[in-house]
């Protein structure tokens, strides 16, 4: 099988003898793109019940991503690479599926603005063909972190940093229904004074239709000094995105803090139950922790998992019966024991516990059909290259066997699906604050006919609301500055020639003072 190594107990021993210890050495486990420096970042079961890995080329924005769909023994069925050279692309931080067996990719590019990353969300049809991509252009860093596929078969996306300043819109959501077609954006500003710095990591669907955003918050101590100090934080939206309630843990007291990293449904649909980093300050550590809240964001209770004077930390638990989940978590001293696979119960007491790689990162993790565990995690060689393994065990957390029964994969394709690579291009741009804020509450202050433009187009504006210098600039997708001019009155038209252009997606920026107070898209053909 190409790319893929199934490892007896034999050759896991060679592997311990080459300097990669695998702590048990007996597991059903899988090593990808060996050779490739592959980062494993994000794990689905696809509809067929085999497996949908992704990840990186190296660790670090590089140009390739890359995506494999593996049979239900982890051997590769094909695999798709994303980006070329020039990419600057990351397309793996999060994966969904929807019920046509459509794949949906989130992260960001920096191919469309040299000076910043962009927030990118690709679709790719159930015979691995890109049907569309989008890009939100906008200043500043910022990307899309996470995902959900909504009952329609859509896709809402979790956006970050979506305002150059990174005071305002640090947090957003983004609708598109099957076809690529955005549906509505919502940024959300809590109105709490005593919160800044809101971050989020996760978003899962609610029972009614609506969202949850897991994340943290920066908060004030409402005790002297009046210090920051990190706070779960989580936000509520209904299906249109409209914000219903928020919820800061702990910020009534000075003691407590940490960080919501994901949260998954009770299998009742009566509860949110947290993976968290619970935080103990001034200096007594931190715990991985399971937090219990209500559906109206009442925090019902907080189950340390280990002493809070160790590190620890508990990124992803899911549900494997109706009381029980697993998840890869870390205490204690990570150069000796490594993260564990655990299984606990909803209270946060440890059922079994076992090692799977000595390293550093938490391992992104699944269940299977029939209710096995996935661990999908990396290991760093003597070279500095990575390895991507993928371990399987059952609910005794010891090895699984290989399943000899037949599987129909991928029967939502009428053909056999290539291993190819897969190019950015042709991406719907999304740009300016109209489309972060709703029409309705946003005045526009630029008219531009007709567009699509040919040799010319008219640029109407209204200045009549600002005071100081203001200017027009028509910039490429790369953010080059193609003309400009000052303007002179508050309410005019001027008729810019095209002559020059070349078919393509342009942005006619207004200025004032030297902040850009709206941008619309330009589109010439020739």
């Not at 008219?447 to 209204?462: L, Q, S, T, V």
């Not at 252009?501 to 200025?511: D, H, P």
Request: aromatic share 14%; hydrophobic share 35%.
């Amino acid at each position: 099988m190409t790319g893929v190594l199934k490892y007896t107990a034999a050759t896991i021993l060679i592997i311990v003898l080459m300097h990669v210890n695998l702590v048990a050495q007996n597991r059903w486990v899988n090593n990808y793109l060996e050779g490739e420096d592959p980062f494993a970042e994000s794990l689905l079961k696809h509809y067929d019940g085999g497996y949908l890995l992704a990840g990186r080329f190296g660790p670090n924005y590089p140009s390739y991503n890359w995506l494999i769909k593996t049979d239900v023994n982890g051997e590769i069925l094909w695999k798709k690479v994303f980006g070329t050279e020039s990419s600057s692309l990351v397309l793996s931080f999060d994966v969904g599926s929807n019920s046509y067996g459509d794949i949906y990719l989130v992260g960001l590019t920096g191919y469309y603005n040299d000076e910043s990353y962009d927030p990118l969300i690709m679709k790719i049809n159930s015979c691995g063909e890109k049907q569309w991509c989008r890009v939100f252009v906008e200043d500043g860093i910022n990307f899309s972190y996470a995902l959900v596929v909504t009952p329609d078969a859509g896709v809402v996306v979790l956006l970050r940093y979506m305002n150059s300043t990174y005071v305002t819109d640090r947090i957003c959501l983004a609708k598109f229904n099957v076809s690529g077609d955005m549906l509505w954006k919502k940024c959300y500003n809590s109105s709490d004074t005593s919160l800044h710095n809101e971050d989020a990591y996760n978003l899962t669907l609610a029972p009614d239709g609506g969202f949850l955003i897991s994340g943290y918050c920066g908060y004030e101590d409402p005790n002297p000094p009046h210090s920051w100090w990190d706070k779960p934080y989580y936000i509520k939206t209904d299906s249109l995105g409209n914000f219903e309630w928020e919820t800061v843990v702990h910020k009534e007291v000075s003691n407590k803090g940490g960080d919501a990293w994901s949260t998954v449904l009770s299998p009742d649909n009566r509860y949110f139950y947290s993976s968290i980093s619970h935080y103990y300050y001034p200096n007594l550590g931190d715990a991985p922790a399971l937090l219990k809240m209500d559906l109206s964001g009442n925090i019902v209770d907080i189950y340390d998992l280990a002493q809070p004077d160790e590190y620890g930390k508990m990124i992803e638990a899911k549900f494997i019966t109706d009381s029980t989940l697993m998840a890869s978590a870390l205490w204690g001293n990570v150069l000796v024991g490594g993260p564990k696979a655990v299984i606990i119960d909803t209270l946060g007491n440890i059922i079994r516990q076992t090692g799977l790689l000595q390293n550093e990162w938490l391992a992104a993790t699944e269940v299977t059909f029939d209710k096995k565990l996935l661990f999908f995690t990396n290991i760093n060689d003597n070279n500095g290259n990575f390895d991507a393994y993928l371990f399987k065990l059952n609910q005794q957390l010891e090895s699984d066997t290989i399943y000899t029964q037949l599987f129909n994969y991928d029967s939502l394709c009428p053909y056999p699906i290539t291993s190819d690579t897969i190019v950015q291009d042709n991406c719907e741009i999304i740009v300016g604050n109209e489309e972060i804020h709703p029409k309705a509450n946003v005045k526009s202050y630029l008219k531009i006919f007709p567009n699509p433009a040919g040799d010319y187009c008219m640029i109407e504006y209204d200045l009549s609301l600002f005071d100081g210098e203001a200017n027009i600039t028509i910039t490429d997708l790369y953010g080059m500055t193609l003309f400009s001019f000052i303007l002179e009155k508050e309410h005019t038209q001027k008729t810019v020639s095209l002559a020059y252009f070349s078919t393509g997606i342009y942005f006619v920026n207004l200025l004032v003072n030297g902040n850009r107070k709206e941008t619309v898209k330009l589109i010439v053909v020739k």
